[in-house]
């Protein structure tokens, strides 16, 4: 009895939100704690994504759909048009330019001041061992979990007719977890590598926002997948969500600064407030 009650107090408090058969993050010094690193280094390298099939425990991908409907009446509804830098339009280039194209986003974001400290995700992210295997598989020697009360970890429903609209990313990465697929429609789609920091590649995502699909990919999105990527370097959407199962996901938020926060025109966009 001792010995299992010592199993049992050794265990993280997220033992239930992680498969930790499959991804052993609380011992990442391990052998097969190392093949994990290995592996998702290996898959970022060859598709630019991070996707881990089965990362959160099916109760755990319940629990977040059940939250995700008793907190409705907090999720904020937000369908407005916007650049795909979050940022005012830029009135000195061409109506065509990356900078003054604007595109639609429509969705309801829980925000993370709202989600119970005891939700499943809030305990899986609040957690230092996800925050080590994040940096760990980045090659970051420090990663920070967001500082923004609202933005750091949100639950996001887009019901039909709902999409988020092609754009960078303001934080250095991100990481998503499906909880429920549509019916049809809201697949994420992304172009890795788009711009860099020395190069905003203009010419290459204009050529994006008028149709080319050349280079865009889809990335598979199965109930309890995780899935990372440096989002402020990859032009992503998702697009229109048909049918009457919404779309049900959270996104993570790190960065490498401590203080990393939304400004306020993307915070009034995605939650009707600001974190001021």
Wanted: glycine share 6%; proline share 7%; net charge negative.
């Amino acid at each position: 009895m001792t010995q299992v009650t010592q199993v049992t107090q050794n265990k993280p408090a997220y033992a239930d939100v992680v498969d930790l058969d499959r991804y052993p993050i609380h011992d990442l010094d391990s052998e097969r704690g190392q093949a994990l690193v290995s592996a998702c280094r290996e898959e970022l390298g060859v598709t630019g994504v991070c996707n881990l099939e089965g990362f959160i425990t099916p109760s755990a991908v319940a629990a977040m759909v059940a939250l995700a409907g008793e907190l409705k009446d907090k999720a904020w509804p937000s369908d407005r048009t916007h650049t795909i830098y979050f940022e005012p339009v830029d009135e000195t280039v061409p109506a065509e330019h990356p900078r003054a194209h604007q595109v639609r986003s429509a969705k309801r974001g829980i925000a993370y001041d709202h989600i119970p400290a005891d939700a499943p995700m809030r305990r899986l992210y609040e957690s230092d061992d996800l925050t080590s295997f994040i940096a760990t598989v980045l090659g970051k020697p420090v990663l920070y979990r967001s500082a923004d009360p609202l933005d750091a970890l949100q639950v996001t429903t887009f019901r039909p007719g709902d999409e988020l609209g092609w754009h960078f990313d303001r934080s250095e990465f991100s990481m998503t977890v499906m909880y429920q697929q549509a019916d049809k429609g809201g697949d994420f789609e992304y172009v890795p590598g788009l711009r860099s920091e020395t190069d905003e590649n203009y010419e290459a995502v204009q050529r994006v926002l008028e149709g080319d699909r050349t280079g865009i990919k889809i990335l598979p999105s199965a109930p309890g997948t995780l899935a990372f990527f440096r989002g402020e370097h990859a032009l992503h959407q998702v697009t229109p969500v048909e049918g009457s199962t919404p779309r049900i996901n959270s996104v993570l938020t790190y960065g490498e600064r401590p203080d990393m926060k939304l400004n306020d025109l993307t915070s009034e966009l995605f939650y009707g407030r600001t974190s001021a």
